[in-house]
């Protein structure tokens, strides 16, 4: 079974054939898709887009909303040259669940909305003729994986998606599928640390996996490792499956300031034919806290920039590579230098720009809607159930395998990426009982194990987190705190006592936090992008603006706040309710990517702060 999370590229050894493009597409709105034998093909279908989210593709709200399972097809051709490789079909997510299936034979099964797997097709293809290519997807929500949430069921019978979180439940095959032909004996991983010496010379660390998929292939090969700079040049080279390759004058990758080595490893048989190649794109850099600062290249970085999601009009969820682009355009542009991959990890082409462009990265896994208490005060004042914790509930230990798989996951593919700095391993959990604390150091274990450089760790506190009850920050190598003062706590007029309120939260925070650095991961105001008003009220853009002033000014009083992280980047999708008007509006540019006022209190403000503010 061929498990690597490499990105697919192609190369002297590899093939790529994309299989994006228009799909057939039908909702089981039965679930008889499997009776039916939807498997081998569908009928009466509609055409979507592959990659995209379907639910803003239609006009009826029965589409939009639709829960269950869902499926889609597509066609292609293998050409008889690639006889002798494995053949595998690598999807970058499809969202919830998925089933897939190759000229009607199921081949494998993925949990997990957010990060790539791969179906083995070795063996099943019929070359130089026509393949079918089968997807069944589900996007039900359980309390048994992440993002949490239920599935409940209209007086009509009809499923829909109860969200524990505030963003479109967006489904779909949301990124690229592309069938890959590799060499049996192929390089499945690699990664990579780094030490940077006086003499302006670096260390590169590297480890490579190569498996073999052929029993019958000798394994009788060598692996050549080199680094070229960014002409071409070849600065270092190793052999073997571990090595160090030592580069003289290393240029670092800095922030907004990368400079990319490319790696280039080789596999080559006894008489130096290349076996199999893969080339990638690497950082030389370290990340470290010391001292309560983020240390980048041993030098201190505040940190400046957003919480964000994938989202944009039509597509939804799905990648959109203009999207993007226009993202970096836009955070550049307002002088900011790192993200949160608020609340999931991002599509691969978005940690890949964020190397080239030298954009600081917290990665985020699925895990949100962690959170029982507020669904609980309504069973309990209705007397229906006993309150029960949301870490000692009985789905805990599925949901904590597939978080850690999840974790496991997100680190094996985007461990080797420069930007990415840390790890954030919840947003907004249940943490004032004795019973989260197991779970929360479960997860926080997996993450040091798993990440070969050993990258700080952190979850996202909500408000109700408070110093006095809070039984799970100390887990965090440095703090992350989602705040709404003048938002959702005295807001408003009333702004002056939620200052208060702040600091004095900040000074209890204070006394207890040791040297560990404090950022926050969320603060913001829901603001209309059409509303000015003078005096402000709350969704005017003059309030958007006085509370960000508030904030910050809280912010500098503290030395050890070494980050501010605005919520959100953008105006996004939720799901409908009386607090949200068709969406999250507390972007500072609206869904469109436009400027609201408050952007340029914040380019103002970021492009005055030293890179190393309270050094
Ligand atoms: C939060 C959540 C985020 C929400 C945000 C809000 O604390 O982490 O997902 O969108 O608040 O705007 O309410």
């Not at 682009?325 to 599509?347: L, Q, V």
């Not at 006085?546 to 030395?559: A, G, K, L, Q």
Request: proline share 4%; with cysteine; net charge negative.
């Amino acid at each position: 079974m061929y498990k690597s999370l490499l990105y697919p590229v192609a190369s002297a050894c590899r093939r790529l054939l994309p299989l994006d493009g228009m799909w057939k597409f039908k909702f089981d709105k039965k679930s008889e898709g499997n009776k039916e034998g939807w498997n081998t093909g569908l009928s009466d279908y509609d055409l979507v887009p592959v990659p995209s989210s379907f639910a803003d593709l239609f006009t009826d709200k029965d589409s939009r909303e639709f829960c269950g399972d869902f499926w889609y097809e597509t066609e292609f051709v293998a050409p008889s040259e690639w006889k002798d490789r494995e053949l595998v079909v690598r999807f970058g997510s499809v969202t919830h669940r998925a089933t897939v299936y190759i000229n009607g034979e199921e081949v494998t099964s993925h949990v997990g909305g957010f990060l790539p797997f791969n179906a083995d097709i070795t063996g099943k293809v019929k070359f130089d003729e026509m393949n079918k290519l089968v997807v069944k997807a589900n996007n039900e929500l359980s309390e048994k994986m992440i993002p949490c949430g239920k599935t409940s069921v209209r007086s009509d019978g009809t499923k829909y998606a109860q969200a524990y979180f505030d963003f479109f439940n967006y489904s779909g095959i949301h990124r690229s599928v592309k069938l890959m032909a590799l060499p049996k004996l192929s390089i499945t991983d690699y990664e990579t640390t780094y030490e940077i010496k006086d003499d302006r010379s670096a260390i590169v660390n590297y480890n490579v996996c190569v498996e073999d998929f052929a029993s019958d292939n000798s394994a009788n090969y060598e692996v050549k490792v080199c680094l070229k700079d960014k002409e071409g040049n070849v600065v270092a080279s190793s052999d073997g499956e571990k090595g160090k390759l030592k580069v003289e004058n290393a240029n670092l990758w800095n922030v907004r300031a990368a400079y990319l080595y490319t790696i280039v490893i080789d596999l080559v048989d006894k008489e130096g034919n290349k076996i199999d190649e893969y080339v990638d794109k690497i950082g030389i850099r370290t990340f470290e806290i010391k001292d309560g600062h983020f240390l980048l290249n041993g030098k201190p970085v505040y940190l400046r920039g957003f919480g964000k999601h994938e989202d944009s009009d039509i597509r939804g969820r799905g990648l959109d590579l203009a999207t993007i682009k226009r993202d970096y355009e836009c955070m550049k542009w307002i002088g900011s230098n790192c993200f949160r991959t608020s609340h999931y990890p991002y599509a691969e082409e978005m940690y890949r720009m964020a190397d080239e462009e030298g954009f600081l990265i917290i990665d985020e896994t699925p895990a949100v809607g962690m959170f029982e208490s507020l669904m609980n005060a309504v069973d309990a004042a209705s007397g229906s159930k006993a309150v029960v914790h949301w870490f000692e509930k009985e789905t805990t230990p599925e949901l904590l395998e597939h978080h850690k798989e999840c974790i496991k996951d997100m680190i094996k593919r985007d461990k080797n990426h420069p930007s990415v700095i840390a790890w954030s391993l919840l947003n907004e959990p249940e943490t004032i009982y004795e019973c989260a604390v197991p779970y929360f150091e479960a997860v926080f274990e997996c993450a040091r194990q798993e990440d070969p450089q050993k990258r700080p760790r952190t979850f996202a506190l909500v408000i109700n987190s408070t110093p006095d009850n809070c039984k799970c920050w100390h887990l965090c190598d440095f703090v992350s705190l989602n705040r709404y003062y003048g938002w959702y706590v005295m807001g408003g007029y009333n702004i002056v006592s939620a200052e208060q309120a702040f600091r004095a939260e900040m000074d209890k925070w204070a006394k207890i936090r040791g040297d560990k650095p404090f950022i926050f991961t969320e603060y913001g105001a829901d603001t209309s992008g059409e509303l000015h008003k003078l005096p402000s009220v709350m969704w005017s853009q003059e309030y958007q603006d006085e509370y960000y002033d508030m904030n910050h000014s809280v912010f500098d009083s503290y030395p050890w706040v070494q980050g501010e992280l605005v919520w959100n980047f953008a105006d996004f999708q939720t799901g409908e309710g009386i607090i949200r008007m068709n969406g999250n509006k507390k972007g500072i540019f609206t869904r469109n990517r436009q400027p609201k006022s408050a952007a340029y209190v914040l380019k103002h403000r970021w492009e005055e702060l030293p890179l190393d503010y309270k050094k």
